[in-house]
Every structure is written in structure tokens, then in C-alpha cells.
């Protein structure tokens, strides 16, 4: 991606970081961000990008699609959704797209899979759902609504306020759109604007030691 957009030769400069978005590098660069566009299939993944928006007071566009089988070969829903997340507004787990125990659950799979193992064949937790298969003109028009959602931001151009699409979602099945109202903050509204706390967003998994400081 970093080589196409390269040779577009827009004057667009790249920067790579080759790190899980869980790791304190990945955190500190993001937090250096204007705006985030999220495009993850992992809950873990979409829910610090959310955390991480509010304590640095940064706008949050996340993207997600999802693709629902009969279990015969056949598809029963394909859509996808948008989700504004203000930096004092509601947050993905207030708008149910994340669930604790997945989260919990993808939390441990990735710091400790043996013991992810261990509890999930307990029964103390539920398994992370594996990355859904989608289609790329499905991902792409999904990716084209996020960034459309952006200018709307800046330059209001709709009829209706933003505030009717602080999430938009799409079936390809029923070729409608829906779109939900902005709801009151909840989650992590005593959070806002906490910025470089220590450890990085309150987080104690991402604690740094004297050599990565």
C-alpha cells in the first residue's frame, strides 16, 4: 500500500509502523494523529483505538462489514456500518459493538494463549470469533462511506444534522441504509482528555519499562 500511494507521487509521506496497536509504540504514533480511521475485524483492536481517541480528544471513524451464512453455502446478510465516535460522545461498548467478555477473551488470547485455552475449554469464557471472510467491492464501499463521513465533519454538506449519523449502517441484502442518532456518553466520558497518563491509557498491559521510555 505504502509503495502504490508512493508512486501516485501526490507528495503523500508514509510512515510505517510495523507494531500490534496494543504496544506502547503503536499507541504514542496513533495518539500523534489528527484524525483515526479504524478498519480492524478484532475487538481488541477497535476498542483501544476508542479509548485511545478520548484521552487524546481525537475524532474516531471506525469501519467494520460482516457477512452472515446459512450454514448451507449460502449468504443470509452482507452489510457493513460507520460508527463517528466523538471524543465526549458514546463510544463503540455503549453502542453494543463491543462486548466485555470478547474483549476480555481477545485480551488473553493475545498476551497469554495457554491460558486462553485452558479458560475457554473451562467454559470461563466465550471463543474470539475468527476474522470474517468479506469481499473486497463489499470492504471498499464500506472504506468509501468512512471517508466520506470525514468532509461532512468539516464542511457540513448534508440536510440533516451529523449528529443523525454518528453511526450508518448498510445491508447490502435489503440495499438500505440505516442510521442511528448520537446517544450520551457513558463508557469512558471521566476519561477525556487525560492524555499521556502513565501507564499509556490507564492501561496497566501497557506499562512501559526503562528501556522503552
Known amino acids: 500500500m505504502a509503495r502504490a500511494i508512493a508512486a501516485m507521487d501526490f507528495a503523500t509521506n508514509v510512515e510505517i509502523i510495523p507494531e500490534n496497536v496494543a504496544s506502547p509504540c503503536a499507541v504514542k504514533a496513533v495518539a500523534e494523529c489528527?484524525?483515526?480511521?479504524?478498519?480492524?475485524?478484532g475487538i481488541e483492536g477497535r476498542h483501544l483505538l476508542n479509548r485511545l481517541a478520548v484521552f487524546c480528544v481525537l475524532p474516531y471513524?471506525?469501519?467494520?462489514?460482516?457477512?452472515?451464512?446459512d450454514g448451507q453455502g449460502g449468504i443470509v446478510e452482507a452489510g457493513g456500518a460507520v460508527f463517528y465516535v466523538r471524543p465526549d460522545g458514546s463510544t463503540l461498548q455503549d453502542r453494543n459493538v463491543d462486548d466485555y467478555e470478547q474483549l476480555r477473551a481477545a485480551g488473553l488470547r493475545r498476551t497469554d494463549p495457554a491460558a486462553y485455552k485452558k479458560q475457554l475449554n473451562a467454559?470461563?469464557?466465550?471463543?474470539?470469533?475468527e476474522d470474517r471472510p468479506a469481499v473486497i467491492s463489499i470492504n471498499m464501499q464500506m472504506a468509501s462511506s468512512a471517508v466520506n463521513e470525514f468532509p461532512a465533519r468539516l464542511h457540513p454538506y448534508g440536510w440533516d444534522d451529523n449528529g443523525d449519523f454518528a453511526t450508518v449502517r448498510t445491508s447490502f441484502i435489503q440495499g438500505v441504509n440505516y442510521r442511528e442518532v448520537e446517544a450520551p456518553p457513558g463508557t469512558f466520558f471521566r476519561h477525556i482528555g487525560k492524555a499521556d497518563v502513565r501507564p499509556l491509557l490507564s492501561m496497566p498491559e501497557l506499562s512501559e519499562t526503562e528501556e522503552t521510555t
Open 34 to 41: 489528527d484524525v483515526v480511521f479504524g478498519c480492524m475485524d
Open 61 to 69: 471513524f471506525d469501519a467494520g462489514v460482516r457477512l452472515d451464512e
Open 123 to 129: 467454559g470461563y469464557i466465550r471463543g474470539v470469533a
